[in-house]
């Protein structure tokens, strides 16, 4: 809140300060606010006096410097703040324009043709502000000061605002003007922070801003900044000779390339208003003349900046001089575009002027005096004549522009790119009211391989971008899944049951690796015309599948269908053969069946065993081995008739042939893995809770990231590999990319100029890639995406990247814990800790290759409870620095990036490395 200081003076004691205590009363009102932005205020009031000594072409050098004690001081060498006696008020022009508000030279038409303080409270506002104003003035051979405390003028007898202060005389002569100074004014003072809300202070960045921005449009003045607040004294020096087409060039975004070239209009025109005369008097139709400077040039990317000033003073939020540059493009360029033969097709729409200013950086400076703002703080002209003037002038400009013959190819590509933007924007709007019209749970709006969370809130929601396809299911639509009434049905027909609602109960493995029974929930198709490979077993049986799906081992790990070779064991789903006959329902699964038919053979083997051999099949690490051990028995024990009936007698009445196949039925081999030329769209379904389910062939597969959500709030979306790198992409060729344009579909918030945050369907979005080279470029890559063409997702941290670990170490004992590592020396630490302390240590400590290795217990701890997981959020500290670094990185140049890394590669951590 803003301290109410105390009154320092009364009014009829000091006549000549009149209207400073109403800018203390109420200093928002005056310098536009009472926070960090108004102590900006303050520089530019003084600092726009000494541009317009600088525009009216009476001074080349301007300095700021802030002082290590807050103060700020301001010089010029421009003609000085005239010093002689005013008459009518019997003061000094100096203590005139430092006391009473909007009494500057500007007005009645003798200061200057065109000034930046016109209307604003000038430097008696600041002064008013300030614990101390001290002003030097070299003009006339002499030079003069003043000082003032509170607007009051005297004498500080000491440095700093706390010296001791006397009330006294008013402009003073100390000396005269050294040979070869040349004449100019500087103002240094010391604001009082009573006046401000707690903690507001003065931004140096808003400094340096301002005077790059006024160094772009004075280019015959050289801005220097002084920084002396620091424990080194910096200083920076702002000068741009081309003026405005350099101010366009420092604005276009980083690594947007031109579409076409700076095209630059300057001139002249009139207008009419009523305004005061030299005396104050009203007069109605008076002629102003204006002068008018734009600089435009259209880039590759979506993003709009136009800067308007007035007088030099930035506008913020524009005004009539923005207004009738964009009323002239947008009927021009319109119009174009309509004449032009091959642009549109038929029945479309001509361009809006949201698509004409696509991809536009501009700058509109307009000079006229006495405007007209709608506020204190000028941030909008309000000025009505400067429309036409405006207007007229673009518009001529860029007709010649379109028709000259040395341009008419670079004209086309921008019409071209304006088609493009409008029909992007039509893309945008269909997508977003398809979004709107279905969710995914209602209908086929959202693409097929999104599995979305029931939950409707955006709050709670989250999406998780999974890398890959296979972490979803990936086999054909006849495959047939095992189902626990004994039955089995289609992938196709499973997915057709869920639409009718009718859900299935199927078979899983839990952690200790029991089969369990779990109902399989979402059958759906996750993808069209996929890769196929063929997957061949020794009972018989093959399987159709994507060649990066996942098979679960014997020993209860997984690997990849490509990846299998002839005798891998793979994790059998045990069967009962029921003695009632084929076909029969009777005839299923039992997952007790297993126990039961291990200790029959183990039995057996134990009784064909010497005396002193206690060797179990069990032992056998192969399980092609523990195999043929079984087959052995049953030999053996047909062999031995008597021997044979006496043992095999409670498994199916000793039938021989029923147990060798129910032997066979213990593990499963791989015949043969063959790539096939075909393709065909692919399923997959949810087993909640569980990381596979078994197919009719009889083996388990692995269901990934997928089950370890918590379907109530978190959604996945699968991407395939690598998306588009769109630092060198278009918009539109964005849009067009398959798994770009799944993610802004399913975000449901637009792109580029369109995104709005407030659509967005989920509360935060996180990207789940494998912890990897591969996987860090998928982040980048995806990173990059949102940076941008989404860029308000990320500036109001709503994205993260999940963190998946490498190692996972596990101590065995009484009270077995588990840690997970990140890098390679902290797992090595980890290890040693925990066997300093006296733990062992299960090893080897497996590493993990990728998402697709974990089992779900592991992948919710580690990736996706909330409670437990680890993310990084990326945000955007330095939106220019980002947008360096992006296009150093992701951009066309190579040969930046090449020298970026070897020049980085000394800083390079060798646990990166090793991760």
């Known amino acids: 809140m803003t301290a109410e200081p105390e009154t320092l003076y009364g009014a009829d004691d000091l006549t000549h300060l009149e209207g400073l205590d109403a800018v203390r009363k109420r200093p928002g009102m005056y310098i536009g606010s009472t926070d960090s932005r108004g102590v900006g205020h303050l520089v530019n009031e003084i600092l726009d006096n000494s541009t317009d000594e600088g525009v009216a072409g009476h001074a080349t050098k301007i300095e700021v410097i802030l002082h290590a004690d807050g103060s700020v001081q301001v010089d010029d060498d421009g003609r000085g703040i005239p010093t002689d006696v005013h008459a009518r008020s019997g003061i000094s022009g100096v203590e005139l324009v430092l006391t009473r508000l909007h009494a500057g030279g500007k007005f009645g038409g003798a200061g200057y043709k065109t000034s930046g303080g016109l209307h604003g409270v000038g430097a008696s506002a600041v002064n008013a502000l300030s614990r101390r104003f001290d002003v030097t003035v070299r003009r006339g051979g002499k030079v003069h000061t003043m000082s003032f405390r509170h607007g009051v003028p005297g004498i500080f007898d000491g440095d700093g605002p706390d010296a001791s202060f006397t009330p006294g005389p008013g402009l003073q002569v100390v000396g005269a003007v050294k040979r070869g100074q040349r004449t100019g004014t500087s103002i240094r003072y010391w604001y009082d922070p009573r006046y401000f809300e707690t903690g507001a202070a ?38 741009y000779p081309n003026g405005l087409t350099d101010m366009v060039e420092f604005l276009a975004p980083t690594g947007d390339r031109p579409v076409s070239g700076t095209l630059l209009v300057t001139g002249e025109g009139t207008y009419r208003e009523n305004a005061a005369d030299a005396n104050g008097v009203m007069q109605s139709n008076v002629q102003r003349r204006a002068e008018i400077e734009v600089a435009f040039r259209w880039g590759t990317g979506y993003e709009r900046t136009v800067e308007c000033f007035t007088n030099t003073i930035r506008n913020a939020h524009g005004g009539t001089h923005r207004k009738g540059f964009e009323r002239a493009l947008a009927r021009t360029l319109a119009d174009a575009v309509r004449n032009t033969r091959g642009l549109l097709k038929a029945k479309e729409d001509a361009p809006t002027l949201d698509d004409v200013l696509e991809g536009m950086t501009a700058v509109v400076h307009v000079r006229v005096p006495e405007p007209q703002f709608t506020s204190q703080t000028k941030d909008e002209l309000s000025t009505a004549g400067v429309v036409k003037v405006v207007q007229g002038l673009v518009e001529q400009h860029v007709k010649s522009w379109l028709d000259d013959r040395r341009t008419k190819t670079e004209a086309r590509t921008v019409l071209q790119k304006i088609v493009d933007a409008a029909r992007v924007r039509l893309t945008q709007k269909q997508q977003k009211d398809a979004a709107r019209r279905k969710t995914a749970l209602e209908g086929a709006s959202m693409p097929p391989k999104l599995v979305d969370c029931r939950a409707t809130g955006v709050d709670r929601s989250e999406l998780f971008i999974v890398e890959g396809d296979s972490a979803l299911g990936c086999f054909t639509g006849e495959t047939m899944v095992a189902l626990a009434s004994g039955v089995s049905r289609s992938f196709a027909d499973l997915a057709e049951d869920w639409k009718q609602g009718l859900t299935h109960f199927g078979y899983t493995t839990n952690k200790a690796g029991r089969v369990v029974v779990a109902p399989l929930v979402e059958p759906r198709l996750t993808k069209r015309n996929a890769s196929l490979v063929r997957v061949t077993l020794d009972n018989g049986e093959s399987v159709r599948c994507t060649p990066d799906h996942l098979f679960r081992l014997r020993d209860g790990s997984y690997r990849r269908a490509d990846h299998l070779v002839s005798g891998d064991s793979l994790m059998p789903l045990y069967r009962s053969l029921s003695s009632k ?51 052995a028995v049953l030999a053996w024990h047909e062999d031995n008739p008597e021997f044979g ?80 790198n769109v630092q060198k992409a278009n918009l539109q060729q964005v849009l067009d990319n398959a798994e770009c344009a799944a993610i802004v579909q399913v975000l449901g918030a637009g ?36 940076a941008r063409y989404m860029r308000p997702l990320i500036e109001s941290g709503r994205l993260y990247a999940a963190m998946p670990p490498l190692h996972k170490i596990t101590t065995k004992g009484r009270n077995p814990e588990t840690i997970y590592t990140y890098t390679q020396a902290e797992m090595e630490a980890t290890v040693r800790k925990l066997a300093s302390a006296g733990k062992q240590i299960v090893t080897p400590v497996p590493r993990f290759k990728g998402l697709g290795e974990m089992d779900a217990d592991e992948l919710w701890e580690t990736t996706m409870n909330p409670a437990t997981r680890s993310v990084r959020r990326i945000t955007i500290d330095d939106v220019d620095a980002a947008e360096r670094i992006l296009d150093l990185l992701m951009g066309e140049k190579v040969e930046p990036r090449r020298n970026w890394l070897i020049d980085s590669a000394d800083r390079v951590d060798r646990d990166a490395i090793d991760a």
């Open 645 to 724: 009936r006496r043992h095999s007698r409670q498994y199916y009445d000793g039938d021989f042939a029923r147990l060798r196949e129910a032997a066979a039925l213990l593990n499963h081999q791989v015949v043969s893995v063959e790539p096939l030329d075909e393709t065909a769209d692919v399923y997959d379904l949810t087993v909640e809770g569980y990381h596979n389910f078994a197919l009719e062939a009889g083996v388990f597969v692995h269901n990934s990231a997928r089950v370890a959500r918590t379907s109530e709030y978190q959604a996945l979306l699968p991407i395939r590999g690598k998306i588009l």
């Open 202 to 239: 003065l931004d140096h960045d808003t400094v340096r801003a301002k005077l790059r921005h006024t160094a772009f449009l004075v280019p015959g003045v050289s801005y220097t900044l002084r920084d002396r607040t620091g424990e080194q004294p910096t200083e920076e020096r702002f000068h």
């Open 751 to 786: 792109s580029g100029r369109t995104f709005d945050l407030s659509s967005l369907r989920y509360g935060r979005v996180l990207i789940m890639a494998d912890a990897d080279v591969d996987g860090a470029h998928i982040r980048t890559l995806l990173i990059t995406l949102f």
């Open 581 to 631: 006959g084929a076909g029969q329902k009777l005839q299923g699964y039992d997952p007790a069946f297993r126990a039961k038919l291990e200790r029959a053979f183990q039995d057996w083997y134990a009784a064909l065993s010497d005396d002193d051999s206690r060797k179990t099949i069990e032992q056998y690490a192969d399980p092609a081995e523990r195999d043929r051990q079984r087959h």
